[in-house]
């Protein structure tokens, strides 16, 4: 029997992390019986990853593990290409899942959307102090602005994406890119009530604010030329 295509496929850049971390592999036990999950690294990481713990955690899970270079863009490209699932769920080693934000993910009806899902981000205690004071300004802003920051475990479909022509090339910071570039349609962004809990030690806060930045601007001019279009034909 052939297995069900999966609806969603989480991908999980693993940079150059060699394990992972237990407290993290037991939130992953959240995840659906089914469930593809994609792991991606360079080369010297790859061979050295410690995948015993995982497929010994994670046996409910479809597990690939794919090797790529070292780049943040070709990592994501490699898992984009290979992942089977009509929708893709972009995490981090430092993201903690939990039973009841995997069940509104589950829920949603993502076929008859298009845009960009993302959850509400819940900072650690350990995460750098700048991270837990602007907790709530960047789940404010990123719904605001519809720019949501990598760090909110995003989740597009894998057909957007590719019609985006994928993850930019030339920048480690090419899921910002890219999230911006969708910022520019002004397509919609769905965040969850539940929370993804993170430590916040994979995250760019900086260039994320910047892009903001950008992005109230081009928000405004947006509004302005609708409002001129209301103007012009009242």
């Known amino acids: 029997m052939v297995p069900e295509m999966p609806k969603l496929t989480v991908i999980i850049p693993l940079g150059r992390q060699t394990s992972l971390d237990p407290d993290w592999l037991k939130a992953m036990q959240a995840l659906p019986d089914g469930s593809e999950v994609i792991f991606v ?10 995948r015993e713990p995982v497929h010994a955690c994670l046996s409910q899970c479809q597990i ?20 089977q699932g009509r929708w893709l769920w972009f995490l981090r080693p430092d993201h903690l899942l939990n039973i009841k934000l995997i069940s509104e993910m589950q829920t949603m009806q993502l076929d008859q959307f298009r845009g960009v899902v993302c959850a509400r ?4 205690k350990s995460a750098p102090l700048q991270f837990r004071l602007l907790n709530p ?3 404010l802003l990123s719904r605001a602005i519809k720019l949501p920051l990598p760090e909110q475990g ?12 994928g993850f930019p090339p030339g920048s480690d910071d090419s899921d910002l890119c890219l ?24 995250g760019r806060l900086l260039p994320w604010l910047g892009l903001c930045l950008h992005a109230l ?6 509004q302005l030329c609708n409002c001129n279009r209301r103007q012009q034909n009242s």
């Open 179 to 202: 999230l911006l570039s969708i910022c520019q349609l002004q397509l919609p962004v769905q965040m969850t009530t539940a929370t993804l809990s993170s430590s916040g030690r994979t």
């Open 64 to 83: 690939k593990w794919l090797c790529a270079a070292e780049s943040t863009t070709a990592q994501l490209n490699t898992a984009t290409a290979t992942a």
């Open 121 to 124: 981000v819940r900072y650690l």
């Open 41 to 50: 690294s360079s080369g010297h990481y790859f061979r050295q990853l410690e």
């Open 137 to 139: 300004l960047i789940n």
């Open 217 to 222: 601007k081009l928000h405004i001019q947006h």
């Open 154 to 165: 995003y989740c597009v479909s894998k057909s957007m994406l590719a019609s985006l022509g």
